[in-house]
């Protein structure tokens, strides 16, 4: 049974950071591409960040760039989202999730929730000013 378990949320000022997890288990994780997502209140789920099955190329939404970046440990079977200089409209709830490497190719199927195999159950931020 996969199950991937997100980590590391919470309430923060503007201004500060926080590391988000998300532990794999029941895949091997060196066989996925991974991504973040987050939902805020009333919106639609929307991609943050991805990586692709060894770590060597990230995508990142435009308004993430520069303070957030994902990363990966798969002896550890689990994917990181450092989230640096945190903004009131970075609170949303955030998720993690696995798609196949081999249907993960381009930045466009990087970005569709679609083409993801499986999520995880999400972690709350909150970005206070």
């Known amino acids: 049974q996969v199950q991937l378990v997100e980590s590391g949320g919470g309430t923060v000022q503007a201004g500060g950071s926080l590391r988000l997890s998300c532990a794999a288990s029941?895949?091997?994780?060196?066989?996925?591409?991974m991504g973040w997502f987050r939902q805020a209140p009333g919106k639609e789920r929307e991609f943050v960040a991805a990586?692709?099955?060894?770590?060597?190329?990230?995508y990142y939404e435009n308004s993430v760039k520069g303070r957030f970046t994902i990363f990966r440990a798969n002896t550890k079977n689990t994917v990181y989202l450092q989230m640096n200089n945190l903004k009131p409209e970075d609170t949303a709830d955030y998720y993690c999730?696995?798609?196949?490497?081999?249907?993960?190719?381009?930045?466009?199927?990087?970005?569709?929730?679609?083409?993801?195999?499986?999520w995880g159950q999400g972690t709350q931020v909150t970005v206070s000013s």
């Open positions: 999730a696995a798609g196949l490497r081999t249907k993960l190719m381009t930045r466009s199927e990087y970005e569709t929730l679609r083409l993801y195999d499986y």
């Open positions: 029941g895949l091997t994780l060196s066989s996925y591409a």
């Open positions: 990586v692709n099955w060894n770590g060597g190329l990230t």
